[in-house]
């Protein structure tokens, strides 16, 4: 059992920065994946990170603007978003636990088990 808590979400204006955390407790993860949700659309992948290999995925429009990192104890991590769009606007999340069979699929809403309550992160121009 783990859960997952975000925070670090505001409104601020484009161009400024904010850093997300999510922090698990009950356990340790070997990976945690950033997803976000703007009203009217799916959840979708925003990035990723997995200790095994330390690889790190950000999807294609957050690329260069966003990182995404895992504290030693692998309790804790971090979206670290750079010059903020309006587009960035959504609810993130972070979620853990990937679903046996699902680990060709780790970028589906539909494979994790654990999630956070959510931060909302509202970007103005």
């Known amino acids: 059992l783990v859960q997952l808590a975000e925070s670090g979400g505001g409104s601020v204006q484009a161009g400024e920065s904010l850093r997300l955390t999510c922090t698990a407790s009950g356990h340790s993860v070997n990976s945690m994946t950033w997803f976000r949700q703007a009203p009217g659309k799916e959840r979708a992948v925003v990035a990723a990170?997995?200790?095994?290999?330390?690889?790190?995925y950000y999807t294609g429009s957050v690329k260069g603007r966003f990182s995404v990192s895992l504290d030693n104890t692998k309790t804790t991590a971090w979206l670290q978003m750079n010059s903020l769009k309006p587009e960035d606007t959504a609810m993130y999340y972070c979620a853990a636990d990937l679903k046996p069979g699902y680990g060709g699929k780790w970028f589906s809403a539909e494979g994790y088990n654990y999630w956070g309550q959510g931060t909302q992160v509202t970007v103005s121009s």
């Open positions: 990170i997995y200790t095994g290999s330390g690889n790190t």
